[in-house]
């Protein structure tokens, strides 16, 4: 059975804080953020927190082209390599098929827009960013820019995760939001 998954970011200003949520054609929802990164890096965990969520089966993922590109090798990353190379391990370990479609060029974007941004608006009012949620390679990302470095507060579970004392599946139990 094929599942489809729309995600997304919010990054205002960019950088600044950051919001990422997907949702998919069950009903599940999922978001998470920190208190500093980029729209591009939020965009990227959706998709990474979406491939996740869903081990098995056939995806059809919802994305923005700078997503499709460095995800499907039609760009070189420059940036945000962690991220990157980590949804490219997780599309080719994956037990089913995963498509990723840029949003931007497909008829439900604006709905898919909608919903994405509600559930971010939802995190963003429930939780203020305090609970900051990202997977191991999102923080490692976020270690790449030493602009983002400089103005980020990495909570100590993120510390521990990123140390290997805190396994991600105990720290993602923790964190998720997951409906």
């Known amino acids: 059975m094929e599942?489809?998954?729309?995600?997304?970011?919010s990054d205002e200003p960019n950088p600044?804080?950051?919001?990422?949520?997907?949702?998919?054609?069950?009903?599940?929802k999922n978001q998470g953020g920190v208190r500093y990164g980029t729209n591009n890096i939020g965009k990227l965990e959706a998709v990474w927190q979406a491939i996740y969520s869903h081990p098995e089966g056939d995806?059809?993922?919802?994305?923005d082209d700078y997503v499709c590109g460095v995800v499907g090798g039609k760009y070189k990353p420059k940036v945000?390599?962690?991220?990157?190379?980590?949804?490219?391990k997780k599309v080719n370990e994956h037990r089913g098929k995963?498509?990723?479609?840029?949003?931007?060029?497909?008829?439900?974007?604006?709905?898919a827009r909608t919903k994405v941004q509600q559930i971010i608006s939802e995190l963003e009012t429930r939780q203020g960013l305090e609970g900051?949620?990202?997977?191991?390679?999102?923080?490692?990302?976020?270690?790449?820019h030493r602009d983002l470095t400089s103005k980020s507060n990495f909570p100590?579970?993120?510390?521990?995760?990123?140390?290997?004392?805190?396994?991600y599946e105990d720290y993602h139990k923790e964190h998720s939001v997951k409906k």
Do not use: C
């Open 98 to 111: 995963v498509d990723l479609i840029d949003a931007g060029q497909s008829d439900s974007r604006t709905e």
């Open 132 to 144: 900051q949620f990202m997977s191991k390679h999102g923080w490692e990302t976020i270690k790449e």
């Open 16 to 28: 600044g804080p950051m919001s990422w949520a997907w949702f998919d054609s069950n009903g599940e």
């Open 59 to 63: 995806l059809v993922i919802y994305t």
């Open 3 to 9: 599942i489809k998954i729309y995600t997304g970011a």
């Open 80 to 88: 945000n390599k962690s991220l990157i190379y980590a949804i490219r």
């Open 156 to 167: 100590d579970d993120a510390l521990r995760l990123l140390s290997g004392e805190l396994s």
